[in-house]
T-cell receptor, first 116, second 116 residues
Framework: GAVVSQHPSRVICKSGTSVKIECRSLDFQATTMFWYRQFPKQSLMLMATSNEGSKATYEQGVEKDKFLINHASLTLSTLTVTSAHPEDSSFYIC????????????FGNGTRLTVT | AQSVAQPEDQVNVAEGNPLTVKCTYSVSGNPYLFWYVQYPNRGLQFLLKYITGDNLVKGSYGFEAEFNKSQTSFHLKKPSALVSDSALYFCAVRDRAEAAGNKLTFGGGTRVLVKP
């Protein structure tokens, strides 16, 4: 089946630093990837839609200058949390969809970010 | 706009008993419907989907779901629950007519606890 690899699984950083999270589709091409944020015991909140070769589309209320998304190839999208603050601590999950319209999303295992 | 409701925050069931996790949806057009399961500190795993055709959909790990258009429901079921089924379950919907980024909308999640 389709596999999405997300790295790192856990990261601890100091306030003010930047953190990059990678999301790779290992055995399929993903023209579209999605980045979600999940708070404890809550559902997934879509942050942005990442399209290969173009600018990401951010959801309302998500700061595009803080959460930089790059989708340089059909198998890689990155999310960079810039100038991280403790309130950015969360569980970030990426997902990718194959090129067939009704394909399910395939999710990475998530990244637990802790900003101290 | 599309939305998903999972009315139960938690479902408790004894091992070996039937398990049902409820989901209702709202879309302006016809839906694609999905169920995902999430284990602690992990991404989401795809269980099953309804696209078209037979209203009863069979998926992974013995799970199935029934699409009911008149009740706009897509309840997840398993005839005999296992302790290992204890996890967080998400229902999701995408409107086939949705043109903007193929967004998937998730319900709030239902925690399933299967007791031995």
């Amino acid at each position: 089946g389709a596999v999405v690899s997300q790295h790192p699984s856990r990261v601890i950083c100091k306030s003010g630093t930047s953190v990059k999270i990678e999301c790779r589709s290992l055995d399929f091409q993903a023209t579209t990837m999605f980045w979600y944020r999940q708070f404890p015991k809550q559902s997934l909140m879509l942050m942005a839609t990442s399209n290969e070769g173009s600018k990401a589309t951010y959801e309302q209320g998500v700061e595009k200058d803080k959460f930089l998304i790059n989708h340089a190839s059909l198998t890689l999208s990155t999310l960079t949390v810039t100038s991280a603050h403790p309130e950015d601590s969360s569980f970030y999950i990426c997902s990718a969809r194959g090129q067939v319209d009704n394909s399910p999303l395939h999710f990475g295992n998530g990244t637990r970010l802790t900003v101290t | 706009a599309q939305s998903v409701a999972q009315p139960e925050d938690q479902v408790n069931v004894a091992e070996g008993n039937p398990l049902t996790v409820k989901c209702t949806y709202s879309v302006s057009g016809n839906p694609y419907l999905f169920w995902y399961v999430q284990y602690p500190n992990r991404g989401l795993q795809f269980l099953l989907k309804y696209i078209t055709g037979d209203n009863l959909v069979k998926g992974s790990y013995g799970f199935e779901a029934e699409f009911n258009k008149s009740q706009t429901s897509f309840h997840l079921k398993k005839p005999s629950a296992l302790v290992s089924d204890s996890a967080l379950y998400f229902c999701a919907v995408r409107d086939r007519a949705e043109a903007a980024g193929n967004k998937l909308t998730f319900g709030g999640g239902t925690r399933v606890l299967v007791k031995p």
